[in-house]
């Protein structure tokens, strides 16, 4: 198979826009070809293929810097690959439900048909119920691990197995992979060429206020999406401090591990309180709990001053909220407010 074909008429026969100073690397010129203002701190254009931080993601990722792209969030990332694979009106997307809606908003705003299709019960892929939505219209499939709201990953084997029976484009969001145990899908792309796999720096990491969201591909991959996305896509602050941020990973471990045990103290506390008839198990940072009270309970924290998402209309999630994972203080506040809720 060859990926180039997946890929819409115009994108491949595009001539990419030629930003000022795309090849240039050197810093000691004048710079007098982009129109910015000499003066201040930000008056630079940053680098559109941002150079410098695919290097330190490359090292800290060991993957090689040709197969990493950098969107602004990886929620740009799935818009870009949508609009560069997907032919408005004519192509369709699958994807497992429930999962992350994004997918769903973007493959309607580009005019692309969306295609659910129910997991399990338990949560797990169905890829049998995944081959029979396939159409020969349908250029790329979402799957999500770990899941969103659901929590659950998906194995390595089922997804190899997605990649067997489908031909298009396998889109992996593994935006809570740091939270987990299981490996990364960043292993398969070596072997498919119609892989992406998506991470991002807005969870584990803690910069969701600053955009900044990774794919990880074969370099024709890659250099299709740089051809497509806004060329400044990514910041100069982002770029500069996410860099510091890799650098500065041992924080960053420290508060996984501190979620994680977060984690499992809620899950703990959550089974013991007996309005709640079921607490999902958790490879992310946040946790789906089934309860008939959960209209009652989502109005009752909010006056107490807590926010909880309601996930009670999605697939398979009747009566289910979830609730992130918070600090320490957070967590306490949570559970006691929740040992003194009486429905009704
Ligand atoms: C939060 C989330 C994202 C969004 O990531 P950004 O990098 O902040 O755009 C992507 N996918 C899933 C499943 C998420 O839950």
Do not use: H
């Amino acid at each position: 198979m060859n990926m180039i074909d997946l890929v819409r008429k115009n994108i491949k026969e595009l001539k990419p826009y030629s930003a000022a100073r795309y090849t240039e690397s050197a810093e000691s010129y004048e710079y007098l070809d982009a129109n910015e203002n000499p003066f201040g701190e930000w008056n630079r254009y940053p680098d559109p293929l941002q150079k410098k931080l695919k290097k330190k993601i490359s090292g800290f990722k060991n993957i090689c810097d040709s197969k990493i792209f950098l969107g602004n969030g990886s929620d740009e990332i799935i818009d870009l690959v949508i609009r560069t694979f997907c032919e408005p009106g004519v192509d369709a997307i699958l994807s497992p439900e429930p999962g992350y809606g994004i997918y769903k908003t973007y493959s309607q705003i580009n005019n692309v048909s969306y295609i659910p299709v129910l997991l399990n019960g338990d949560f797990s892929l169905n890829v049998n119920t995944i081959k029979q939505g396939i159409t020969p219209n349908t250029k790329l499939i979402f799957l999500c691990s770990p899941n969103n709201p659901t929590g659950n990953c998906i194995p390595l084997s089922a997804i190899k197995s997605v990649l067997e029976i489908f031909k298009g484009i396998v889109f992996v969001d593994e935006a809570y992979i740091d939270f987990a145990e299981a490996k990364s899908a960043i292993e398969l792309i070596d072997e498919y060429p119609n892989l992406i796999v998506s991470q991002t720096f807005s969870k584990a990491w803690g910069l969701a206020g600053l955009r900044l969201g990774m794919a990880f591909a074969q370099k024709e991959m890659v250099d299709i999406l740089n051809k497509v996305k806004p060329p400044y896509n990514v910041d100069d602050f982002t770029q500069m401090y996410a860099s510091k941020v890799i650098d500065e990973y041992d924080i960053v471990k420290e508060q996984i591990k501190y979620l994680n045990n977060q984690k499992n103290w809620l899950i703990n506390e959550l089974n013991n309180l007996s309005i709640i008839s079921k607490v999902y198990p958790s490879d992310a940072n946040f946790i789906l709990i089934k309860t008939e009270f959960y209209r009652d309970m989502m109005i009752y924290l909010k006056e107490n001053n807590i926010i909880i998402r309601d996930r009670s209309t999605q697939a398979l999630c009747e009566q289910c909220v979830r609730i992130t994972v918070g600090s320490q203080t957070q967590n306490k506040l949570l559970i006691n407010l929740l040992k003194n809720f009486k429905s009704n």
